[in-house]
């Protein structure tokens, strides 16, 4: 069934805060798990965030002021004024007030150890690998880029710099995604074989997101890869193939170089599939899967706060948590640790497997086959 279109526009960033709305800031505090707040004695991991928009300003930086184990210690920004306004207000030196064209200075700044790539996606693989090539860890914001070609230029330079590459998925650390990811790990409701769901928002103005040269593609880049993502976890295993169908564009002066929206079909080498949408024209933002012996539905499934969901045997309910804290805070504990990494790059990779084989079947109408 078609999500309906809602009659006025919401922005994305309303559309993916909206659930938490009526929250006060000061509620938003993140309940951590006993692990995360343990070893007092660690030394914060210093983080650098490159990109000062939207997602580092609202999300990421009152995620990495709530952490146990980072501390900012600098920033990349495309305006210098707005760097040194940050180093005053969250205390680091301005000499770590860098331009993107000069990320290579990171090498010299031991105090930055972990860079967090928050600009559009098809500067991505250019920020992630001008860190790693500084010496940096890097987390980079999904997508991982706009290719699998530029997915593995980010992996080698990972490996030869020998730092650690990870994604910014951080549904993996909400608590109603670890719920579904252990029913799918322990055969709950059985394997899940029939998904359905998808993540869409419309879009109100054009912006970045809907230009190829800086987006990579349209909404399946920007928020149908978290649908696909979810539907592996819930599968436990990558499609093996896929049938994907662009939807005529309603508003074709908005999206000249990028779908509208999109539905496709990822096929499982079990039997099972998962039916997914993905729009800058619809509202949408739920998953379901479906095992032979019982079901988990979120909806809303891809917010920051305020998600919901159910089983077939009731509805679920988990206290408040800042993903992008947890996340961040086991991933500096991991590279403290010297402990494989949460969401590593592999999967971006195999994501934008994933979106390449939908792009290429929407393209030809033909069903694609997934080597990764
Ligand atoms: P934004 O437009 O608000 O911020 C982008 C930042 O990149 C800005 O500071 C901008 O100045 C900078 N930038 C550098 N070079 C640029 C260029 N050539 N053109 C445009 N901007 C340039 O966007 P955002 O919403 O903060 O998204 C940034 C990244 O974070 C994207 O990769 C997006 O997919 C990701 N994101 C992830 C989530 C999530 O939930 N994980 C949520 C929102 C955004």
């Not at 650098?48 to 300003?57: E, F, M, Q």
């Not at 970045?208 to 696909?228: F, K, N, Q, S, T």
């Not at 095992?291 to 969901?309: H, N, T």
Request: proline share 6%; aromatic share 8%; hydrophobic share 40%.
């Amino acid at each position: 069934m078609l999500p309906s279109r809602p009659s006025n526009g919401l922005s994305r960033r309303r559309f993916l805060a909206r659930a938490s709305s009526g929250l006060a800031a000061t509620a938003a505090a993140t309940l951590l798990p006993r692990a995360l707040r343990a070893a007092p004695e660690m030394r914060r991991v210093g983080i650098v965030l490159v990109g000062l928009g939207n997602y580092a300003t609202r999300e990421l930086l009152p995620a990495i002021q709530e952490s146990q184990h980072l501390k900012l210690v600098g920033v990349v920004t495309g305006s210098a004024e707005k760097g040194r306004t940050w180093a005053r207000e969250h205390g680091f030196p301005e000499r770590n007030v860098w331009s993107y064209a000069e990320m290579a200075r990171l090498a010299d700044t031991p105090e930055a150890e972990l860079v967090y790539v928050v600009t559009p996606p098809a500067l991505h693989a250019e920020h992630t690998i001008a860190a790693l090539r500084a010496g940096k860890h890097v987390i980079c914001e999904k997508p991982m880029a706009v290719s699998v070609a530029e997915c593995d230029q980010m992996i080698a330079a990972a490996a030869a710099a020998a730092r650690s590459l990870a994604i910014g998925y951080r549904l993996h650390f909400d608590p109603y995604h670890q719920e579904l990811i252990r029913r799918a790990r322990e055969g709950t409701d059985g394997p899940y074989v029939a998904m359905s769901g998808g993540f869409g928002f419309t879009m109100a103005r054009k912006v970045w997101r809907a230009e190829r040269a800086l987006a990579g593609g349209g909404p399946l880049m920007d928020v149908g890869i978290y649908a696909l993502h979810e539907a592996c976890l819930a599968a436990q295993a990558n499609p093996i193939a896929l049938t994907a169908r662009e939807r005529p564009k309603k508003r074709p002066d908005l999206f000249v170089d990028v779908e509208e929206a999109l539905d496709w079909t990822m096929e499982f080498a079990n039997g099972g599939r998962a039916e997914l949408f993905t729009s800058y024209a619809d509202n949408m933002n739920r998953f379901r899967a479906e095992g032979s012996r019982g079901w988990i539905e979120l909806d809303p499934a891809y917010s920051y706060r305020g998600l919901k969901g159910r089983t077939h045997e009731g509805p679920l309910s988990y206290p408040l948590v800042r993903q992008q804290t947890l996340h961040l805070d086991a991933l500096a504990l991991a590279l403290r640790q010297g402990t494989p990494i949460p969401t590593p790059a592999a999967l971006g990779r195999r994501d934008m497997v994933i979106v390449e084989g939908i792009y290429a079947s929407a393209r030809t109408g033909r069903r694609v086959t997934l080597q990764y």
